[in-house]
């Protein structure tokens, strides 16, 4: 609490005049915010009556029930998945994808019994879900305005991250319900359902409590109980009992989503994107409320802006997180969809950018699949139509994208036509996939100069050298905003011979200390100068004094050379150079004006190599000791080899080895080489 010579010195700075002013002020947001409580209070203890759900209904319906028969009739390509043969569908899923098909109904019995895993950790409510509870913390959010809430947010009073809560509150476990009753007709997947959804909207009264507070988990979860509406609507149970009350929160949600979208954000990112989605999905599938129209026009003119002010026109996400590109993605697949089928109208700005954005996904992708890291994640999904999948495997994008545009050399990339791209786009997507031949690309390294993203690699195979290099804009925004960048200008990610061996540090947590330790400088494998930052924190979510990367040299296949002033005064050029397969150099110089400056590298190597230190050299092996590599170290530096950690997914972490070497000296022009090598195995 403020001392007493604390509001002595403010009521000098005020004056009296000031500080009755600055105490009215306050009084009167303080009451127009207890107003508006109050206000909410009583109407979110209003229940929506059934005579309020039909006067939002286009038509003179008489019973809601009437309604519900309607929406059990319509052919499911009204819908978001178009399947209109049960039978059929259940057939493709069980001959081809068993796998897939297992792994849904685990979920699905887990679900069944209130248990979920989230961020990798299982969670088990052995009664009731609690859906304010932090299954991390057991911390408890309050049922409390959203307008109120936001004070404690921010506060020090919050010892949880939101992230967890959220996750369980999107509700997409809905959906692996929904497919386990169509793939078995088992109905106590459709009861746990019916008794999760009662409970949630019993405790989560309108715009009250932290599954309120965010617009974008409103988006998230309207398209989760789209989809599980599509699965369930012909259930007679559904239609006599829990129909009603599902169909009045879904407007309600729709209704508030409707008018708290962050478009008054100064620089808007994905939360804009998927909020905008959300409402223009719902509107599209739910045209019967007399307000659909309305929201598919607010829904779509958002998305098409920001997909344009959000995507680089080289196809990357300009916010510099390599999982909010496939998060971003996501949101855009059901819109292009429901266009190309008549629902909405045609969208070719956002089948463009789609367009785009799956071609960058293809050359930045692994030589294992995967998709390599930059900036921040939180494995977030749009749809979920597959939670078991691993998240950073982006190839679903590519097989929706080969068969959607026929493109070959995305088939050749994707592998395999997978579930999500088959519930997507039915039978006649895996036909159109089918009798596509597969070709490889005709490129194999690529630049991406608008994001500053340039991927050196071999070729197409599964054991090729492959390099990913940042030098380019910071992050969406800027200064004083790049929500979601990190300090990894001129940081590179290196596989060699098919295996990870430099890695980004990750993520691992938005909230606490571990926020800052994951995105700064020595988390990425690039060099500090005094001990400054690339960029400096301002919040969790934003940047001050962010650098710009530049791009000097190249050529495919070979060189790579960026360069960015640091905010120590020197300038750091960073040369990568590919001579042969199997060999990498990095070259840093460094140009000062002659004073005296300590540099500091770091280089993060994957979790499952171990690091030894010899005569001015380091010999990175894995356990089996079948792959290893040379690392040759500058002569004029100082080495250590120190424990760090590392996050592959949002919430998890574990040790892994860095490489930690120390310069010190007057820079007017230096270079220091780093040579990395595979050694051939005996």
């Not at 409402?279 to 998305?303: C, D, N, V, Y």
């Not at 997909?307 to 916010?319: C, I, L, S, Y």
């Not at 519930?423 to 390294?445: C, F, R, T």
């Not at 760090?644 to 972490?653: A, F, H, P, V, W």
Request: with cysteine; hydrophobic share 40%.
């Amino acid at each position: 609490m403020p001392s007493i010579t604390h509001y002595a010195d403010r009521l000098r700075e005020l004056g009296i005049r000031g500080a009755v002013e600055k105490v009215g002020g306050r009084a009167t947001k303080a009451g127009k915010l207890w107003g508006e409580s109050l206000y909410w209070q009583w109407k979110a203890n209003q229940e929506m009556s059934d005579a309020d759900l039909l006067n939002q209904i286009k038509g003179d319906w008489q019973t809601i029930g009437a309604v519900l028969t309607q929406f059990a009739t319509r052919s499911d390509a009204s819908f978001l998945l178009p399947h209109e043969s049960r039978i059929e569908t259940v057939t493709i899923l069980r001959e081809r994808y068993p796998e897939y098909v297992a792994a849904t109904l685990a979920l699905a019995d887990a679900a069944c019994r209130n248990e979920f895993t989230l961020f990798g950790q299982v969670v088990k409510y052995p009664d009731e879900i609690n859906w304010h509870r932090d299954p991390v913390t057991g911390y408890e959010w309050p049922a409390l305005y959203i307008a109120r809430l936001e004070q404690l947010l921010w506060s020090a009073e919050r010892t949880a991250d939101l992230k967890p809560i959220w996750e369980l509150n999107r509700h997409q476990h809905f959906i692996a319900l929904g497919m386990a009753y169509w793939l078995t007709d088992d109905i106590r997947y459709y009861e746990a359902f019916a008794k999760q959804t009662e409970s949630w909207i019993k405790a989560n009264p309108v715009l009250h409590g932290i599954n309120w507070f965010s617009s974008l988990e409103l988006g998230i979860r309207l398209i989760a109980w789209s989809v599980a509406f599509q699965f369930f609507r012909k259930v007679a149970d559904f239609r006599e009992k829990l129909g009603p009350t599902f169909l009045k929160s879904l407007y309600q949600q729709a209704n508030v989503l409707s008018t708290h979208l962050t478009h008054w954000e100064a620089v808007p990112n994905n939360h804009l994107i998927g909020e905008a989605a959300g409402l223009a999905i719902t509107a599209a599938l739910f045209p019967e409320f007399k307000e659909s129209a309305q929201w598919l026009e607010i829904g779509l003119r958002h998305m098409n802006e920001q997909m344009v002010a959000q995507t680089h026109p080289d196809g990357a996400n300009k916010e510099q997180g390599t999982g909010y590109h496939q998060f971003v993605a996501e949101f855009v697949q059901p819109l292009v969809l429901l266009a190309k089928r008549g629902l909405i109208a045609p969208q070719p700005t956002l089948e463009d950018t789609l367009y785009r954005m799956v071609d960058y996904i293809q050359y930045s992708k692994t030589p294992d699949g995967t998709m390599q890291n930059w900036g921040d994640q939180d494995d977030g999904r749009a749809v979920g139509l597959n939670l078991a999948k691993p998240f950073w495997d982006f190839r679903q994008i590519l097989a929706f994208g080969a068969a959607y545009y026929q493109r070959p050399d995305w088939k050749f990339s994707a592998g395999r036509f997978d579930e999500e791209s088959f519930w997507l786009l039915g039978k006649a997507g895996l036909e159109a996939w089918e009798k596509l031949s597969a070709q490889p690309p005709a490129e194999i390294s690529k630049a991406y100069p608008d994001a500053g993203h340039y991927i050196l690699r071999d070729d197409w195979s599964a054991t090729s050298d492959t390099l990913y290099f940042r030098c380019g804009p910071y992050g969406l925004g800027g200064e004083g905003e790049s929500a979601h960048a990190h300090c990894d200008m001129l940081s590179p990610i290196l596989w060699i011979g098919g295996r990870a061996v430099l890695v980004d540090a990750g993520t691992y947590l938005y909230f606490g200390p571990a926020r800052d330790q994951f995105r700064t400088t020595a988390s990425h494998n690039t060099l500090m100068i005094d001990g400054k930052e690339q960029a400096i924190p301002r919040t969790d979510f934003s940047w001050e004094q962010v650098p710009q990367g530049e791009c000097m040299l190249w050529e495919p296949g070979k060189r790579v050379v960026g360069a960015m002033q640091t905010r120590a005064g020197v300038r750091h050029e960073r040369a990568i150079h590919h001579p042969a397969v199997g060999i990498w150099e990095i070259t840093d110089t460094l140009h000062g004006d002659s004073t005296t400056h300590d540099v500091k590298w770091f280089y993060h190597f994957a979790p499952d190599l171990t690091l030894q230190q010899s005569d001015g050299r380091v010999w990175a092996k894995n356990v089996r000791e079948d792959f290893t590599i040379e690392v040759i170290v500058p002569a004029e530096v100082q080495l250590t080899i120190e424990a760090g950690e590392y996050s592959s997914n949002y919430g998890r972490r574990q040790s892994n080895q860095v490489i930690i070497a120390t310069w010190q000296g007057a820079i007017s022009e230096i270079r220091f080489v780093w040579k990395f090598s595979k050694m051939e195995q005996k």
